[in-house]
């Protein structure tokens, strides 16, 4: 079973290749990647790093968090899941609401809005 690890505060020189080669030191790494920006193209500055066994996984975080790179203290530990999101933003399969209130908002009346 692999471990997949999180890596915060990366300098933006990292790359997925030399992500990798540090991790390499602790023992198999399946797959390393920097996140970078769909727009710039630039780094984010974390990444994740998948190792082979757990075991490995907390040798490398135990010995690597706090390393200075580039100047900067990274922070490595073990990737939780993506929460799923709330969509606060009022946007979703049912259609946009202002508010939840249902005598107010957009689609409950005529040309303003709700019933008053």
């Not at 505060?9 to 602790?26: G, I, R, W």
């Not at 769909?38 to 757990?54: I, L, N, P």
């Not at 690597?64 to 900067?72: A, E, N, P, Q, T």
């Amino acid at each position: 079973m692999s471990s997949k690890i999180y890596v915060g505060n990366l300098p933006y020189s990292v790359t997925d290749a030399s992500l990798k080669s540090n991790f390499a030191e602790f023992g198999s790494v399946s797959s390393a990647r920097v996140m970078m920006d769909r727009e710039t193209g630039t780094s984010k500055g974390f990444g994740f790093v998948e190792m082979a066994s757990a075991e490995v996984a907390q040798a490398a975080i135990a010995a690597l968090h706090g390393m200075s790179v580039d100047g900067r203290s990274i922070v490595v530990s073990l990737a939780r899941p993506r929460e799923a999101s709330k969509d606060s933003s009022g946007y979703s399969a049912n259609g946009y609401t202002a508010t939840k209130r249902s005598d107010v908002g957009y689609g409950t009346g005529g040309f303003g809005g709700g019933r008053y």
